[in-house]
């Protein structure tokens, strides 16, 4: 079982943001690793029908999910660091990073996600193409209760219960995203 803590976002230097998410789970860092680097394990919570995960720098990370994501591996220290691209075709979220240290008889993950500038017209088009409306246009909101849902959906996968649809917003994200956009909107809306 993990225990969830909410996520904070922190304007950068360059005018992107940190995201950053920390979480204890239950699980020694083993378990815990498999699941955020097997593609066997990643399919069940965050990847889609489909994965590819070359455990190397400069390997390749693809996912069907997520508008299919399709990166290298930027940095990777088993069982502790795993960092790779967050971008599909169409764009490019930057990097997320998953920390992992021994707590305890569990484990600590630190996740964090680079997320470049917003390009609000980019943002729009996205969400049109989705078939989203204005309420998704922001998109640190919006990808924060991404990521909260993700790493809630990776403790459920740990704790072998079934983690939630990976395709359209869950109710518990929709509430998410509105906890979320009433302390991190940056469009003023």
Do not use: C
Request: overall charge negative; charged content about 25%.
């Amino acid at each position: 079982m993990a225990n969830a803590m909410e996520g904070t976002a922190q304007l950068t230097d360059d005018g992107g943001y940190l995201l950053r998410f920390e979480r204890h789970f239950d699980h020694p860092i083993d378990k815990v690793w498999s699941a955020i680097t097997d593609p066997s394990e990643l399919t069940k919570w965050i990847a889609g029908d489909d994965a590819v995960v070359e455990l190397r720098v400069g390997g390749r990370v693809h996912f069907a999910g997520h508008g299919g994501i399709e990166a290298t591996v930027l940095a990777l220290e088993p069982p502790h660091i795993f960092e790779y691209g967050w971008k599909t075709s169409e764009w490019d979220g930057g990097p997320i990073r998953w920390e992992l240290s021994e707590e305890g008889s569990g484990t600590k993950l630190t996740f964090t996600h680079r997320f470049p500038q917003p390009d609000m017209d980019e943002q729009i088009a996205l969400m049109k193409k989705m078939g989203f409306g204005p309420d998704m246009y922001d998109p640190i909101p919006r990808t924060l209760a991404g990521w909260h849902s993700l790493i809630d959906d990776l403790g459920r996968v740990l704790d072998s219960r079934p983690s939630a649809d990976q395709g359209s917003p869950t109710p518990e994200w929709k509430v998410l995203h509105l906890r979320y956009k009433e302390r991190f909107s940056t469009t003023g809306s």
